[in-house]
């Protein structure tokens, strides 16, 4: 069975750095797109940033473009989600997915001074 966990989540203050990672198993990691989504109270969840397989292309949302940078180790079936400059907006329940694979438990982020 395909599935994924995050972890890594925690409460910064505006400005620190947080590193998320998703573990993946059940499934070959290589061959599959990986994306972090973040879901807060009240909207839908939403993409943050995109991987390609082989980790040569990344896309980004308008959001955190120049903040946060995806990343992924095939042979260590992860995929992490480095966040820099974080805001208050950033706040919410980061999610990986391959497409394929079941929901995570998600990891929470909180920004607060």
């Known amino acids: 069975q395909a599935q994924v966990e995050e972890s890594g989540g925690g409460l910064v203050r505006p400005g620190e750095s947080l590193t998320l990672s998703c573990k993946a198993s059940g499934f070959t990691f290589s061959s599959y797109s990986m994306r972090w989504y973040r879901q807060t109270p009240g909207k839908e969840r939403e993409v943050v940033a995109w991987?390609?397989?082989?980790?040569?292309?990344?896309t980004y949302a308008d959001s955190v473009k120049d903040r946060f940078t995806i990343f992924r180790d095939n042979a260590k079936k992860t995929a992490i989600l480095q966040m820099h400059n974080v805001k208050p907006e950033d706040t919410g329940v980061y999610y990986c997915s391959s497409g394929i694979s079941s929901w995570g438990p998600g990891t929470q982020v909180t920004v607060a001074s």
């Open positions: 991987i390609d397989p082989d980790g040569t292309s990344t």
